[in-house]
Structure formats: structure tokens, C-alpha cells
């Protein structure tokens, strides 16, 4: 008989003690970058482009440039290279730096630019996966300037997580390439 009652215990708490399970749901970062705004960068080297006001310009020797983001934990980093008959070799360099990138890179979009009135035609490069750089371009006017630049986080690279800031930062790349000025 009290082999009865405590199964009948037993039973009553297992089966009363029982939650129904509700399925999460799905959570969504709520991240939030300040709106666009530009100016144009101070024409003592031989281009000039605008750059977000919210980004920080370090200049550099050779006429190279750092555009730094801290709040985002990244920057652009800008070369310049004079063309003295080397802009195949210039072009060639350019994308064995976006192509090192195939081993951790789950796909790689190229976009041609082209502004015929200004004399600038480049490319966008926009690496997909756990790439260090997400982000590589170059410029030129295919006689006298050079310009190549990518984008790096601080971080060890996680695709998913830095997405929101790459597609943020992508319309800034995309704007310097717009307003891309030679200065003769």
C-alpha cells in the first residue's frame, strides 16, 4: 500500500510541476550610428574627397591617411603611390591584397567605378566572411594617382557581428569614391 501512495505522489508532483516550454523569441541588436554628414578634406595632397565628420582624419608621410572610427573600433587605411608608368603593377598589387583574403573569405563582390569628367576610375571590393578586411578599393586616373584603401576593425574578425558597421562605413567608402578629386 505504500508503494501505491508514494507512486501516486510521485506521480501527481511530475505531472502538476510541469511548465509549458514557449519557444524565445528572436532578438534583434538595436544599434544605432549617427547620421551621415561629410566635408571635404584639405587639399594639401595631390586628392581631395569628403569624409564623415564623425570619423577622425590622421595624416600620414607620402601622402597616405588613416580614417579612423573609434566609437566603431575601425578605420580605413589610404595609400597613395605616384604612377610612373607601373599602373598594371599598381593594379595587380592592388588585388593580390584583395584576393590574400580567399582563404578566410566566403565571397568577394567587385564593383567598377568610373567618373569620366573627373578623371577617377577604381574599383570596390566587398569581402564577405571572417576576412580581416571587409572592404578594399583603389583609384586612380590612370596617368598620375594612385589611391588604395581598406577597411580593418580592432577585432578579431566575426562577420556577423561587425555587419551593421561595415554596411554603415561602406556608404562613407562609397561616398570618398563619389567626390574623389585630383589636385594637379
Known amino acids: 500500500m505504500r508503494n501505491w501512495i508514494f507512486l501516486l505522489i510521485l506521480g501527481g508532483t511530475l505531472i502538476s510541476c510541469k511548465e509549458e516550454v514557449l519557444p524565445k523569441p528572436k532578438a534583434y541588436l538595436n544599434l544605432s550610428y549617427p547620421t551621415a554628414s561629410y566635408q571635404k578634406t584639405k587639399a594639401d595632397k595631390p586628392y581631395a574627397f569628403e ?18 572610427y573609434p566609437n566603431l573600433k575601425a578605420s580605413i587605411k589610404i595609400t597613395y603611390r605616384p604612377v610612373k608608368n607601373n ?11 584583395v584576393f590574400k583574403h580567399t582563404v578566410k573569405a566566403e565571397q568577394i563582390e567587385t564593383q567598377d567605378f568610373s567618373d569620366v569628367e ?67
Open 51 to 68: 569624409a564623415s565628420t564623425h570619423a577622425v582624419l590622421v595624416e600620414q608621410a607620402n601622402y597616405w591617411m588613416e580614417i579612423n
Open 87 to 97: 599602373l598594371k603593377e599598381l593594379l595587380i598589387e592592388s588585388e593580390k591584397l
Open 118 to 184: 573627373k578623371r577617377v576610375f577604381g574599383t570596390l571590393h566587398e569581402i564577405y566572411g571572417n576576412a580581416a578586411s571587409q572592404i578594399q578599393f583603389h583609384l586612380t586616373d590612370s596617368t598620375a594617382h594612385f589611391v588604395k584603401g581598406a577597411l580593418y576593425f580592432y577585432t578579431k574578425p566575426n562577420y556577423d557581428s561587425i555587419l551593421p558597421a561595415v554596411h554603415y562605413i561602406k556608404k562613407d567608402i562609397v561616398r570618398l569614391m563619389e567626390t574623389l578629386e585630383w589636385s594637379d
